[in-house]
Nanobody, 119 residues
Framework: QVPLVESGGGLVQAGGSLRLSCAASGRTFSTYAMGWFRQAPGKEREFVAAISWSGGSTYYEDSVKGRFTISRDNAKNTVYLQINSLKPEDTAVYYC????????????WGQGTQVTVSS
């Protein structure tokens, strides 16, 4: 088990920035790839970004490239998602997840944090 807790969401105006955090419990965090996903109202959950266990490889969904940055601090058991130039279409619940393979199946999920972008 890898308990995950997201934080940092909120209401922000278009063009603003947020940094989401996802804190993990336990001693195995550094062995997991981590991902961020989001689910907008009425839509399916979609991949946003992922990072390898070492932080050496990152992946992004095309629509967020250049605006979102995923990073991790294994000493703090935390993964981050820096979101810049927010758009109303970024409004969603953002989830972090842990998996053994960076572009594979994710086994553990947090409860999500709401991001709302006003125009």
């Amino acid at each position: 088990q890898v308990p995950l807790v997201e934080s940092g969401g909120g209401l922000v105006q278009a063009g603003g920035s947020l940094r989401l955090s996802c804190a993990a419990s336990g001693r195995t965090f550094s062995t997991y790839a981590m991902g961020w996903f989001r689910q907008a109202p009425g839509k399916e959950r979609e991949f946003v970004a992922a990072i390898s266990w070492s932080g050496g490889s990152t992946y992004y969904e095309d629509s967020v490239k250049g605006r979102f940055t995923i990073s991790r601090d294994n000493a703090k058991n935390t993964v981050y998602l820096q979101i810049n130039s927010l758009k109303p279409e970024d409004t969603a619940v953002y989830y972090c997840a842990a998996g053994r393979v960076v572009r594979g199946k994710y086994d553990y999920w947090g409860q999500g944090t709401q991001v709302t972008v006003s125009s």
